[in-house]
């Protein structure tokens, strides 16, 4: 339900082919909801059908018509509700975690190579995020007021990854160590 309005939140911002919302997506929200192109022209086909957006196909020469997706008011009211409903928590499905979950099912080398790329990771997106903050705060033009709430999703992200540097960290320092207890568990 969420792409759906990942995408009218960004056809609500400038209109847009799926293409240029697939890279819109990759240039903005990858972090918070991520999609593949089929999943994107799906939903759109339904944003359409529920009256949502709009299409406009504009020929191209050797390739067939762009279509250009707007809004419509019906989809700015969606919008409005979908982001006024009250916060509550996700479901999380996260697969990282599951298999953490469930480390203990494979060999510990394999397990600890595996946290450690995985830290890697983390460090390079959120090395990431933070040059994309001090880009936007660099040259904040007329839109930074428009954009703050991007920034505290963006911010948040960041602390996200923190948080999970510092437990991986601490984990893998923790090498023949009890992590429970902190005594030698040999």
């Known amino acids: 339900m969420s792409l759906k ?3 009218l939140g960004l056809v609500s911002i400038r209109p847009a082919s799926g293409y240029d919302l697939k890279r819109s997506i990759e240039r903005s929200i990858y972090y918070i909801w991520n999609a593949t192109s089929p999943q994107i022209y799906s939903t759109l086909r339904k944003l359409r ?24 008011d019906r989809g700015h009211d969606a919008l409005y509700k979908f982001v006024s409903e009250p916060i509550r928590s996700s479901i999380t499905r996260d697969e990282v975690l599951l298999r953490i979950f469930l480390g203990n099912f494979t060999d510990d080398r394999i397990m600890r190579e595996e946290l450690r790329a995985y830290l890697e990771r983390i460090v390079e997106d959120r090395t990431y995020l ?9 040259h904040p033009g007329d839109h930074l007021e428009a954009r703050k709430y991007q920034l505290l999703s963006l911010r948040v992200r960041v602390a996200q990854y923190r948080a999970m540097e510092a437990e991986l960290s601490l984990f893998l320092a923790a090498e023949g160590k009890d992590i429970l207890g902190g005594a030698g568990s040999q």
């Open 5 to 7: 309005f990942a995408l």
């Open 130 to 138: 933070e040059s994309v903050e001090t880009r936007i705060t660099a």
């Open 49 to 72: 059908d529920e009256g949502f957006i709009t299409t406009e196909y504009l020929p191209q020469e050797g390739k067939p018509d762009k279509q250009i997706h707007t809004i419509t």
